[in-house]
């Protein structure tokens, strides 16, 4: 008994001071709850985030990301080095290699012979970037570009890259970049999804795209991606059929909403709502649709910068034609796959290919956006998952090799919407590691990001009981690349 | 007294609790305005805190000096130490609350928040704890170190806010004048050459310094040269002295700034090479230049073209915004807070002429209006005229016209203006002399003609003309045509379905294995009937395009059954499919060699031998392969037929030695025709041979290659 009275009078507390003393911290901190307005109001995290949202002006409105899938092969297209031609055939020193982890497919390789690109290289505008003779129409818009010449990443086969580069993790049911553009800003044509996708393929060796590198992971639903199709209707289902006409079909939804609206009232199942959203939309998309989707109006001068084939469904050039046309309906994130840049054996010959097919339109976007006055708000990033090797998979001779995935330095281009042009990091003679500037694919994100008005760090999501962010807990903004 | 102090006590630990929460819950706290008052006066209150705190410090200093102090004192101190407390709390309260007025961000709001807080805690803990600090001395110095330290960081911070950066040590530390100047302002020399010396030369190179005689301070000092004479001569080697110094190579002593020194980064240097080069005018603007010149393309970069200018009008009422908002006229703040809206038109079908009057209410605070494909007229621009806080304005694709272009004249802060694809003329842009803030105008697709675009650029300097693509004189091949069959044997009769996506484009086409021309072969129309074996080769033209290449297809058809068949070399057992029936099954095989629809002889030749019971009258006989240079599959190097009444005694039909690929190409299917005189033919034998070695530049070059099979066809 003592000796409790002593603790009690050395901590000067006891039982009634503790409680009085609980009573004013309590009493503090309900006075201090006055001052949020939505505490009782059942506003969610996500709401207090959107609210906050664009966090600032933003510099580009939209994007557009032409993802090469396959990886093309930076020596052959921008990253030029003429020590490989000079070393053909002689073995990659460890010194450079230091270490790096290769592929199944090279791992049992004795020699990594040093291949030269057999193509030549000049440079073009105020940058003077190096451009391959491949890419003919790149080069002449030279000074539209960003030439990021330092980007890697850390996976080394496709699936984990590609993820990657999209959800910002190598594993996959992360939400996709466009999900969270879509989430955080929403869609600025309510007629259209916010996120669309389209698919096309080359010659070359191919690698798959699936539906996971759009999803919407742990968002709503409405933020997936929305797969466009090459047939004769660019979003399937979407047109009644003969029999129903527009009223009808008004007449049914009235109908379904009404009855959706009661499901909701008894159950309070936001996914109800999500779905009466989402029937409303489709029945806008009916009418918006046809018209964003239809070329015939274009005029032939349109057709000329493309190409013609730009005019055939399913082409890389007839779907950068509607990426140009959705990002001018106000669709958010158009994202183009092009596949067949895989090239692990046979590689000159299937990379003219796959130039051939994507080197004009892809340049035709960023006139064709600039002419129109879209391009100061339009994103446009060319790239792939990752780089190809400076030394040959397989057998090399003199006209043909093949490049094995290297994760450690690649090239993209990043054009439009509050970019400033240039080059941008540099590479070591042997084209295998980063000299300067190295820029890493969650710098890469956050720098998206911040062109298009939002804070990396605090565009989250609540999931499992942790905030996920695209850039998880890194990434930085590469202020170099952005305009002033 | 003590009652007192007691109740003081109270009041401030249930302050600290306060803060404390508010501070964990800071994102979502929003101030009314009588507390953003209360916030105000942090900076009056502040400086009781520090003034209190340091007297603490001193009087408990002085009390342990004394060891004994009497009773006042000792009621004293621990007054003094109770004051401090209170005051730190509420200056901390207040901070924060000042704090959630916007314009408070970055690293300095952050620790001096934190150290308030820190403060707070800390002195209000040493008031409850006071007695065994003063007994014990480690404890004391570690109380008072800590109070001072976060008394000064906290402080300072807090000064940093309010009087910026470098306020403490300005006087004594050089300036670096950071002026912000928009691409409008910008002068050539004054704001993108003379910061560069500013930064990489005039450290050695100014008045009191001089190296080699070498002053580049002023514009005159900077033309009269140093001790080796004047620093560029655009007739000279590299344009003189400047540039060959700045090139050498970084080992060399004479290189430019020297080795040790901050560099010219590359795009400093080419801005002062095409200043040099351009005869390095002191006078002139950046905007002057023309927009293809490469001076301006390097430095117009890094200025602003004022996107992140402030707008001070009103906001419009959220209410207002939503009201006016719906699916095909979206109008948003151009960033969160900002009064300044954009609206932009979606879906012509939509548009109703009222929702450009409804905007009225609005019209002031519009700085982007997207009108672009819907059906506006040149009435309309006279109502847009009165949207004069309008930066950029497209209405691109709509039938705006000369005569309505002088209505724009009032919009005198227009920055961009989309015209691409209207009838605007030169004479309607001429119209436009009063957008003084003008700075891009896009007209990609109309009227204007290239004499009044030289004329208009000279007449409007400060604007850029984006002229867009016309392709007119670019002559392109257009694609093939597509051959939309699906089926490549014919049964009985199938019609060709050709297609080409281009409008007016004309698609001629061949059945007999020649190359289409334009003049002798036939234009498609739809309803011709393929009836026989045959390739159709066929061809696109159109008048401003060159002609397409050529597009092929196999079409097969089998009216005669051999009774027996037999293969003389088994099939590579990898590619046997099933046997000799698989040429006979009339199912074509794909482009994969594996699907087992295809026969594949490598080692052995395909050799064919076949028999009808009864002399049959055979005209045609047609054996389709595939090639796939990339799996070593080439064409044969000959295919021979033979035929005959007796199985000795067979004659040669025909002999096809095709031609070899030169490269590697896409895997397609390829048949070989035989056609003769129809005869009465009771045995026949086909021989496909292998090519022997590959060509020298296949990957596999001296490795035998292959050949696939999978059809036979007799007509």
Same mark, same amino acid.
């Given at each position: 008994?003592?000796?409790?009275?002593?603790?009690?009078?050395?901590?000067?507390?006891?039982?009634?001071?503790?409680?009085?003393?609980?009573?004013?911290?309590?009493?503090?901190?309900?006075?201090?709850?006055?001052?949020i307005?939505?505490?009782?109001s059942?506003?969610?995290?996500?709401?207090?985030?959107?609210?906050?949202?664009?966090?600032?002006?933003?510099?580009a409105?939209?994007?557009?990301?032409?993802?090469?899938?396959?990886?093309?092969?930076?020596?052959?297209?921008?990253d030029?080095?003429?020590?490989l031609?000079?070393?053909?055939g002689?073995?990659?020193p460890?010194?450079?290699?230091?270490?790096?982890?290769?592929?199944?497919?090279?791992?049992?390789?004795?020699?990594?012979?040093?291949?030269?690109?057999?193509?030549?290289?000049?440079?073009?505008?105020e940058?003077?970037?190096?451009?391959?003779?491949?890419?003919?129409?790149?080069a002449?818009i030279a000074d539209?570009?960003c030439?990021?010449?330092?980007?890697?990443?850390?996976?080394?086969?496709?699936?984990?890259?590609?993820?990657f580069?999209?959800?910002g993790?190598?594993?996959?049911?992360?939400?996709?970049?466009?999900?969270?553009?879509?989430?955080?800003?929403?869609?600025?044509?309510?007629?259209?999804?916010?996120?669309?996708?389209?698919?096309s393929?080359?010659?070359g060796?191919?690698?798959?795209?699936?539906?996971?590198?759009?999803t919407?992971?742990?968002?709503?639903?409405?933020?997936?991606g929305v797969?466009?199709?090459?047939?004769?209707?660019?979003?399937?289902?979407?047109?009644?059929?003969?029999?129903?006409?527009?009223?009808d079909?008004?007449?049914?939804?009235?109908?379904l909403e009404?009855?959706?609206?009661?499901?909701l009232?008894?159950?309070?199942?936001?996914?109800?709502?999500?779905?009466?959203?989402?029937?409303?939309?489709?029945?806008?998309?009916?009418?918006?649709?046809?018209?964003?989707?239809?070329?015939?109006?274009?005029?032939?001068?349109?057709?000329?910068?493309?190409?013609?084939e730009?005019?055939?469904?399913g082409?890389?050039?007839?779907?950068?034609?509607l990426?140009?046309k959705?990002?001018?309906?106000?669709?958010r994130?158009?994202?183009?796959?092009?596949?067949?840049w895989?090239?692990?054996g046979?590689?000159?010959?299937?990379?003219?290919?796959q130039?051939?097919?994507?080197?004009?339109?892809?340049?035709?976007?960023?006139?064709d956006l600039k002419?129109?006055?879209?391009?100061?708000?339009?994103?446009?990033?060319?790239?792939g998952?990752?780089g190809?090797?400076?030394?040959c998979?397989?057998?090399?001779?003199?006209d043909?090799?093949?490049?094995d995935?290297?994760p450690?330095?690649?090239?993209i281009?990043?054009?439009g919407?509050?970019?400033?042009?240039?080059?941008?990091?540099?590479?070591?003679?042997?084209g295998y590691?980063?000299?300067?500037?190295?820029?890493?694919?969650? %710098?890469?994100h956050?720098?998206?990001?911040?062109?298009?008005?939002?804070?990396?760090?605090?565009?989250?999501?609540?999931h499992?009981?942790?905030?996920?962010?695209?850039?998880?807990v890194?990434?930085k903004?590469?202020?170099?690349?952005?305009?002033? | 007294?003590?009652?007192?102090?007691?109740?003081?006590?109270?009041?401030?630990?249930?302050?600290?609790?306060?803060?404390?929460?508010l501070?964990?819950?800071?994102?979502?706290?929003?101030?009314?305005?009588?507390l953003?008052?209360?916030?105000?006066m942090h900076?009056?209150?502040l400086?009781?805190p520090?003034?209190?705190?340091?007297?603490v410090?001193?009087?408990?200093?002085a009390?342990?000096?004394?060891?004994?102090?009497?009773?006042?004192?000792?009621?004293?101190?621990?007054t003094?130490?109770?004051?401090?407390?209170?005051f730190?709390?509420?200056a901390?309260l207040?901070?924060?609350?000042?704090?959630?007025?916007?314009?408070?961000?970055g690293d300095a709001?952050?620790?001096h928040?934190?150290?308030?807080?820190?403060?707070?805690?800390?002195?209000?803990?040493?008031?409850?704890?006071?007695h065994?600090?003063?007994?014990?001395?480690s404890?004391?110095?570690?109380?008072?170190?800590?109070?001072?330290?976060?008394?000064?960081l906290?402080?300072?911070?807090?000064?940093?806010?309010?009087?910026?950066?470098?306020?403490?040590?300005?006087?004594?530390s050089?300036?670096?004048?950071?002026i912000?100047?928009?691409?409008?302002?910008a002068?050539?020399?004054?704001?993108?050459?003379?910061?560069?010396?500013?930064?990489?030369c005039?450290?050695?190179?100014?008045?009191?310094k001089? #190296?080699?005689?070498?002053?580049?301070?002023?514009?005159?000092?900077l033309?009269?040269?140093?001790?080796?004479?004047?620093?560029?001569?655009?007739?000279?080697?590299?344009?003189?002295?400047?540039?060959?110094?700045?090139?050498?190579?970084?080992?060399?002593?004479?290189?430019?700034?020297?080795?040790?020194?901050?560099?010219?980064?590359?795009?400093?240097?080419?801005?002062?090479?095409?200043?040099i080069?351009?005869?390095?005018?002191?006078t002139?603007?950046?905007?002057?230049?023309?927009?293809?010149d490469?001076?301006?393309?390097?430095a117009?970069?890094?200025?602003?073209?004022g996107?992140d200018?402030?707008?001070?009008f009103?906001p419009?009422?959220?209410?207002?915004?939503?009201?006016l908002n719906?699916?095909?006229?979206?109008?948003?703040?151009?960033?969160?807070?900002?009064?300044?809206?954009?609206?932009?038109?979606?879906?012509?079908?939509?548009?109703?002429?009222?929702?450009?009057?409804?905007?009225?209410?609005i019209?002031?605070?519009?700085?982007?209006?997207?009108?672009?494909k819907?059906?506006?007229?040149d009435?309309d621009?006279?109502?847009i005229?009165?949207?004069?806080?309008?930066?950029?304005?497209?209405?691109?694709?709509?039938?705006v016209?000369?005569?309505?272009?002088?209505?724009?004249?009032?919009?005198?802060?227009?920055?961009?203006?989309?015209?691409?694809?209207?009838k605007?003329?030169g004479?309607?842009?001429?119209?436009?002399?009063?957008?003084?803030?003008?700075?891009?105008?896009y007209?990609?697709?109309t009227?204007?003609?290239?004499?009044?675009?030289?004329?208009?650029?000279?007449?409007?300097?400060?604007?850029k003309f984006?002229?867009?693509f016309?392709?007119?004189?670019?002559?392109?091949?257009?694609?093939?045509?597509?051959?939309?069959?699906?089926?490549s044997?014919?049964?009985?009769?199938v019609?060709l379905?050709?297609?080409?996506?281009?409008?007016?484009?004309?698609?001629?086409?061949?059945?007999?294995?020649?190359?289409?021309?334009?003049i002798?072969?036939p234009?498609?129309?739809?309803?011709?009937?393929?009836?026989?074996?045959?390739v159709?080769k066929?061809?696109a033209?159109?008048?401003?395009?060159?002609?397409?290449a050529?597009?092929?297809?196999?079409?097969?058809?089998?009216r005669?059954?051999?009774?027996?068949?037999?293969?003389?070399?088994?099939?590579?057992?990898?590619?046997?499919?099933?046997?000799? #029936?698989?040429?006979? %099954?009339?199912v074509?095989? %794909?482009?994969?060699?594996?699907?087992?629809?295809?026969?594949?002889?490598?080692?052995?030749?395909?050799?064919?031998r076949?028999?009808?019971?009864?002399?049959?009258?055979v005209s045609?006989?047609?054996?389709s392969?595939?090639?796939d240079?990339?799996?070593?599959?080439?064409?044969?190097?000959?295919?021979?037929?033979?035929?005959?009444?007796?199985?000795?005694?067979?004659?040669?039909?025909?002999?096809i #030695?095709?031609?070899?690929?030169?490269?590697?190409s896409a895997?397609?299917?390829?048949?070989?025709?035989?056609?003769?005189?129809?005869?009465?033919?009771?045995?026949?034998?086909?021989?496909?041979?292998?090519?022997?070695?590959?060509?020298?530049w296949?990957?596999?070059?001296?490795?035998?290659?292959?050949?696939f099979a999978d059809?036979?066809?007799?007509?």
């Amino acid at each position: 008994m003592m000796a409790k009275q002593a603790l009690e009078y050395r901590l000067r507390m006891n039982r009634r001071r503790f409680l009085s003393r609980l009573s004013l911290g309590i009493g503090s901190a309900a006075l201090g709850s006055l001052l949020i307005p939505d505490l009782f109001s059942g506003k969610s995290n996500e709401e207090a985030i959107l609210e906050q949202l664009p966090h600032f002006a933003p510099k580009a409105k939209r994007i557009i990301y032409l993802f090469q899938n396959g990886a093309p092969s930076q020596l052959e297209l921008f990253d030029y080095k003429p020590m490989l031609r000079e070393k053909f055939g002689q073995d990659l020193p460890e010194s450079i290699r230091m270490g790096q982890r290769l592929t199944g497919m090279t791992a049992e390789q004795t020699k990594f012979p040093l291949a030269g690109s057999l193509f030549n290289f000049a440079q073009y505008g105020e940058s003077k970037a190096w451009i391959s003779e491949l890419l003919p129409y790149t080069a002449g818009i030279a000074d539209e570009l960003c030439i990021i010449k330092s980007m890697y990443t850390e996976a080394i086969n496709h699936d984990p890259a590609l993820t990657f580069f999209q959800t910002g993790a190598q594993v996959g049911n992360r939400p996709s970049m466009g999900s969270w553009l879509s989430y955080g800003l929403g869609s600025e044509n309510k007629n259209l999804p916010a996120f669309c996708v389209l698919l096309s393929k080359g010659k070359g060796n191919g690698q798959g795209v699936y539906s996971k590198l759009w999803t919407n992971g742990f968002l709503d639903s409405v933020h997936q991606g929305v797969q466009f199709s090459s047939g004769e209707n660019p979003v399937l289902y979407l047109n009644d059929h003969a029999s129903v006409t527009r009223a009808d079909r008004r007449h049914m939804l009235d109908q379904l909403e009404a009855l959706n609206e009661e499901g909701l009232r008894e159950f309070g199942d936001p996914e109800i709502n999500a779905k009466i959203q989402q029937y409303e939309m489709a029945y806008r998309m009916q009418t918006a649709v046809p018209e964003v989707t239809d070329i015939s109006k274009e005029p032939e001068s349109v057709i000329k910068l493309y190409g013609p084939e730009c005019l055939v469904p399913g082409t890389y050039a007839a779907n950068c034609l509607l990426a140009r046309k959705l990002s001018e309906n106000g669709v958010r994130f158009v994202q183009l796959y092009h596949q067949g840049w895989d090239g692990h054996g046979n590689l000159p010959a299937e990379i003219k290919g796959q130039c051939a097919d994507t080197d004009q339109p892809s340049a035709a976007l960023i006139k064709d956006l600039k002419q129109r006055g879209m391009l100061d708000e339009t994103l446009v990033i060319w790239g792939g998952e990752f780089g190809r090797t400076n030394y040959c998979q397989g057998p090399l001779t003199k006209d043909n090799y093949g490049r094995d995935h290297h994760p450690r330095c690649f090239t993209i281009w990043m054009a439009g919407g509050g970019i400033k042009p240039g080059v941008y990091g540099e590479t070591d003679d042997f084209g295998y590691n980063i000299t300067s500037n190295p820029v890493h694919v969650h %710098d890469f994100h956050a720098t998206v990001l911040h062109l298009m008005g939002m804070d990396h760090e605090q565009l989250t999501f609540k999931h499992l009981g942790r905030r996920y962010r695209l850039t998880d807990v890194a990434g930085k903004i590469v202020n170099d690349i952005i305009k002033a | 007294m003590r009652y007192w102090k007691n109740i003081i006590y109270n009041i401030v630990f249930a302050g600290n609790c306060l803060l404390f929460f508010l501070l964990l819950v800071e994102d979502r706290l929003v101030m009314p305005l009588w507390l953003q008052v209360v916030g105000r006066m942090h900076p009056l209150v502040l400086h009781f805190p520090v003034v209190l705190l340091l007297m603490v410090v001193v009087w408990e200093i002085a009390y342990r000096k004394r060891f004994q102090l009497s009773e006042t004192e000792d009621e004293t101190g621990s007054t003094l130490l109770l004051l401090a407390a209170a005051f730190t709390n509420l200056a901390a309260l207040m901070g924060l609350m000042l704090s959630l007025e916007p314009g408070y961000e970055g690293d300095a709001i952050l620790w001096h928040k934190w150290g308030g807080f820190f403060l707070s805690i800390l002195s209000l803990l040493w008031y409850a704890v006071k007695h065994p600090v003063r007994r014990s001395r480690s404890l004391f110095v570690v109380m008072c170190s800590l109070t001072i330290g976060a008394l000064i960081l906290t402080a300072h911070q807090g000064a940093t806010i309010t009087h910026g950066e470098d306020f403490l040590l300005a006087p004594i530390s050089t300036k670096e004048e950071e002026i912000t100047v928009s691409l409008q302002e910008a002068m050539v020399y004054d704001h993108v050459i003379e910061p560069i010396l500013e930064k990489k030369c005039i450290s050695c190179h100014n008045t009191s310094k001089a #190296k080699g005689e070498l002053i580049m301070e002023t514009r005159s000092a900077l033309f009269r040269g140093g001790k080796n004479g004047i620093l560029w001569d655009t007739t000279a080697k590299k344009f003189g002295l400047m540039m060959q110094r700045l090139h050498l190579p970084l080992e060399e002593k004479k290189h430019m700034p020297p080795k040790g020194k901050p560099q010219l980064t590359p795009e400093e240097l080419s801005i002062l090479y095409h200043w040099i080069k351009a005869g390095a005018d002191t006078t002139g603007r950046l905007i002057a230049l023309h927009p293809s010149d490469s001076l301006y393309i390097l430095a117009s970069s890094s200025f602003s073209e004022g996107g992140d200018e402030l707008f001070t009008f009103e906001p419009a009422s959220p209410d207002l915004i939503n009201d006016l908002n719906d699916h095909y006229r979206v109008i948003s703040p151009i960033a969160k807070g900002s009064p300044a809206l954009q609206i932009d038109f979606y879906t012509s079908a939509n548009y109703q002429p009222d929702q450009l009057e409804e905007l009225k209410q609005i019209q002031d605070k519009v700085v982007s209006l997207n009108l672009s494909k819907m059906p506006v007229t040149d009435p309309d621009l006279q109502f847009i005229a009165s949207f004069n806080s309008l930066r950029n304005l497209n209405i691109s694709f709509t039938g705006v016209t000369d005569s309505g272009m002088a209505a724009l004249n009032g919009l005198t802060s227009l920055r961009h203006l989309s015209l691409a694809g209207t009838k605007v003329s030169g004479e309607g842009i001429r119209k436009l002399s009063g957008l003084s803030s003008l700075q891009k105008i896009y007209t990609w697709g109309t009227k204007l003609s290239p004499d009044d675009l030289i004329a208009l650029r000279k007449q409007m300097p400060g604007v850029k003309f984006e002229t867009g693509f016309e392709g007119d004189t670019i002559l392109m091949p257009l694609n093939p045509p597509i051959i939309e069959n699906q089926e490549s044997i014919i049964v009985d009769a199938v019609p060709l379905k050709l297609k080409h996506f281009m409008k007016g484009a004309e698609i001629r086409y061949t059945l007999d294995g020649s190359e289409p021309d334009s003049i002798l072969s036939p234009v498609y129309k739809p309803g011709i009937l393929l009836q026989n074996t045959l390739v159709v080769k066929t061809r696109a033209y159109k008048k401003g395009w060159a002609t397409s290449a050529t597009n092929l297809r196999y079409f097969y058809h089998s009216r005669i059954t051999p009774d027996a068949t037999v293969l003389i070399n088994r099939p590579d057992s990898l590619y046997r499919g099933n046997g000799v #029936k698989t040429l006979f %099954d009339e199912v074509k095989g %794909d482009m994969n060699f594996r699907s087992g629809k295809w026969l594949g002889f490598k080692s052995k030749p395909l050799e064919l031998r076949l028999s009808f019971k009864n002399p049959t009258l055979v005209s045609s006989f047609t054996v389709s392969t595939l090639v796939d240079t990339r799996s070593y599959i080439m064409p044969p190097a000959s295919v021979e037929l033979w035929g005959g009444n007796k199985e000795n005694d067979l004659k040669r039909l025909g002999i096809i #030695k095709p031609p070899q690929p030169q490269t590697d190409s896409a895997a397609g299917n390829v048949g070989y025709i035989f056609r003769f005189e129809p005869m009465l033919l009771k045995y026949m034998k086909l021989i496909a041979r292998p090519v022997p070695r590959l060509p020298s530049w296949h990957k596999g070059k001296g490795e035998r290659s292959w050949v696939f099979a999978d059809e036979i066809f007799i007509e």
